[in-house]
């Protein structure tokens, strides 16, 4: 057993997309599915450790201290991102995006207690194996996104893959007037995304064992929509949507790194196999629901 401190583990994450970046460079395969670079890497170093374990039993123990901390990190920019305004222009489209959402929540929750109940497992671990697990759809989502993106493309009015508006992004995805990322947007940033992990988990420990209660994640989520939506309505500050975004996107790769390569698949094989089945009959039908709805 070789242990790897926290720095090391972070070393380690780095690399880990580094190889992820090479391996989709140069493999045709998921060059053209667009499968993520700490997907691809993880899954490879995932493997790689298989192998290591069952032909010379060493195992690697990654300190894994920073994986929640980098979850957190990129629903809070989410949240910070979220303008209510430009959500409320949506409209009829955004009620109807919203209603499709629900129904895939829906769906993945009866298909997970209905496997459940096939394979004789308790209707909780279907449950588990649902939305409260595949809401985020992380680890998934990144496997299957880009072959689903991808045939949505080639099935769509514009077969190229162009989008229809040319002009430049939207006052959504940019601020009305150009700013740079500086080293004082960034730690502005980072001070917003801090004051979401630490509200929020103060607010999910104060509703855990109520009626409320609510992961965590999804309070640190709902923080920054609070903070970033006061501090533009009271005319304070206004959230750099770029520079959150970079800083989510970072968090995101380490964590799909730090998620993906730590994973021990002989205990997953030994011990799960049930919930794989689960997991993978709902990776189905999400692609399926993704496609046709």
């Not at 009866?110 to 649902?130: E, N, Q, S, T, Y």
Request: proline letters at 4%.
């Amino acid at each position: 057993m070789f242990h790897l401190d926290t720095l090391s583990t972070l070393v380690a994450a780095t690399l880990v997309l580094l190889l992820g970046r090479k391996l989709v460079q140069t493999v045709p395969f998921l060059k053209k599915y667009t499968i993520p670079e700490p997907v691809a890497g993880g899954l490879l170093v995932a493997l790689a450790l298989l192998v290591l374990k069952k032909s010379m039993d060493i195992e690697i123990d990654f300190d894994m201290s920073l994986k929640d901390p980098l979850m957190l990190a990129f629903f809070a920019t989410i949240g910070l991102n979220a303008n209510l305004a430009s959500l409320r222009s949506g409209g009829k489209v955004l009620g109807t995006f919203l209603i499709v959402v629900v129904g895939l929540l829906l769906l993945q929750n009866a298909l997970g207690i209905g496997m459940a109940k096939l394979l004789g497992l308790d209707p909780l671990m279907g449950l588990l194996a649902g939305s409260i697990t595949l809401s985020g759809g992380l680890v998934l989502g990144g496997l299957i996104g880009g072959p689903v993106a991808r045939y949505l493309v080639k099935h769509s009015s514009s077969p190229d893959g162009t989008p229809d508006d040319q002009l430049a992004p939207t006052a959504f995805e940019k601020p009305d007037m150009g700013r740079m990322i500086t080293s004082l947007v960034l730690i502005e940033s980072i001070a917003l995304i801090a004051i979401c992990l630490t509200v929020g988990k103060i607010v999910a420990q104060l509703l855990a064992g109520t009626v409320f209660e609510l992961p965590t994640f999804v309070c640190v989520l709902f923080i920054g929509v609070i903070l970033s939506n006061s501090l533009s309505a009271l005319g304070l500050y206004r959230v750099f949507d770029r520079a959150v975004s970079v800083l989510g996107n970072v968090s995101l790769s380490l964590f799909l790194a730090m998620a993906l390569m730590s994973l021990k698949l002989w205990e997953l094989a030994s011990l799960a196999l049930p919930m794989i089945i689960i997991l993978a009959v709902q990776a189905v039908a999400m692609a399926l629901y993704a496609v046709f709805v």
